[in-house]
C-alpha cells in the first residue's frame, strides 16, 4: 500500500507558514498524489489564489478542505462547494468570532505585564486577516518573552481565561453547514481530545455519527503520551470503533511549518489513497 495523500495541511491563509503555491510546490517535492488545504474558518486559500490551477499543472489533486473550530473540537470538511453561501457565510462569522476570542488574550497578556498589541498581530498574520493565537505566539518569540510557541501557550495563553458573549459552534451545526454543502466532515487528531471525551469516545462517535460524522483521522504527528489511553493502543482503539460504526479513516501532518510545529512534517504522516476513493464512494 503506497502512502501518498495528505489531508490536512495549514497555509498563511490562517495560522500556517506558507503560501497555497508553496504548498503544492512542496507537495511535489514529497511526492503526494493528492493534499487538502485544511485552513481554520477559512477558504480563502482556495477561493483567492490559483492553487487549483497549479495542482493540476503539477497533477497534484488538491481537495477542498477547512478545520471548523467548535465546542470540544474542531470538524474537518471536505470536497464541499467552495460557492456554498451558508457554508461561507458560517465561517465569516467564524472569524469575527476568532477575532474577539484573541483580542480578550491579548487583554490578559496586557495584564500580565506582556507588550503586544492587536494591530502587530494582524500585521503579522497576512493575508489571513484576522487574528489568531499562533500569531500572538510568534510576536513573544520576537519580543523575547518566550523562547517557542509551545511555551507562549503552555506559560501564557492557556492560562488566560476568556469568555464570550457567543459560545462556540455546537459540533452539530458545523456538520450540518458542511453537509448541507455536499461535503464530507471528519474528526480531525481524537488524540488531542480532552480526557472527558476520549474516556467516552465511542458514545462521542456514535454521537457525532448521528449528526453526520464521516470519519476520524487515525494518521498524523502522535506525541508519545498520547499513544495509549487507559493502557490501551489509542489509535488502534479508534480503528475498531470505526470499523464497527462504518466511519472512515483519513488523516495527515497537519502542517503548518517546521517553525511552527516542527513535528508535524509533510510527507512524513500520509495516508494510502484508498481512503480518499472511500470518502468519494461516500459522496455518490
Not at 509533510?266 to 464512494?281: A, C, Q, S, T
Request: proline share 4%; charged share 30%; glycine share 6%.
Amino acid at each position: 500500500m503506497i502512502y501518498n495523500t495528505d489531508l490536512h495541511i495549514h497555509t498563511h491563509y490562517s495560522d500556517g507558514a506558507f503560501s497555497p503555491e508553496r504548498i503544492i510546490k512542496l507537495a511535489k517535492e514529497s511526492k503526494l498524489q493528492a493534499i487538502s488545504i485544511t485552513d481554520h474558518d477559512t477558504i480563502d486559500g482556495i477561493l483567492k489564489t490559483q492553487a487549483h490551477k497549479m495542482a493540476k499543472k503539477e497533477k497534484i489533486e488538491l481537495i477542498n478542505g477547512v478545520e471548523i473550530q467548535g465546542l470540544g473540537s474542531e470538524i474537518l470538511g471536505y470536497f464541499f462547494d467552495e460557492n456554498n453561501n451558508s457554508l461561507l457565510s458560517l465561517l465569516e462569522k467564524q472569524k469575527k468570532q476568532r477575532t474577539k476570542y484573541v483580542l480578550k488574550k491579548i487583554e490578559g497578556l496586557n495584564d500580565l505585564n506582556v507588550d503586544i498589541s492587536a494591530d502587530e498581530v494582524l500585521e503579522k498574520s497576512k493575508p489571513a486577516n484576522y487574528l489568531l493565537t499562533t500569531y500572538v505566539a510568534e510576536i513573544m518569540i520576537k519580543k523575547g518573552y518566550v523562547k517557542s510557541i509551545q511555551e507562549a501557550f503552555d506559560k501564557y495563553l492557556t492560562k488566560i481565561p476568556v469568555r464570550l458573549e457567543e459560545s462556540p459552534l455546537r459540533l452539530k451545526k458545523i456538520i450540518g453547514a458542511v453537509k448541507d454543502a455536499n461535503g464530507l466532515c471528519i474528526l480531525p487528531h481524537p488524540w488531542y481530545l480532552k480526557p472527558d471525551f476520549k474516556y467516552e469516545i465511542e458514545t462521542f462517535l456514535i454521537k457525532l455519527k448521528k449528526y453526520g460524522l464521516d470519519g476520524i483521522e487515525v494518521i498524523g504527528y502522535i506525541p508519545d503520551e498520547l499513544k495509549t489511553f487507559e493502557d490501551t493502543d489509542f489509535i488502534e482503539t479508534i480503528k475498531i470503533i470505526a470499523n464497527k460504526y462504518d466511519l472512515l479513516l483519513s488523516g495527515g501532518s497537519d502542517f503548518h511549518g517546521e517553525k511552527i510545529h516542527p513535528n508535524n512534517i509533510l510527507g512524513k504522516y500520509n495516508i494510502p489513497y484508498n481512503y480518499v476513493r472511500r470518502m468519494k464512494e461516500r459522496l455518490i
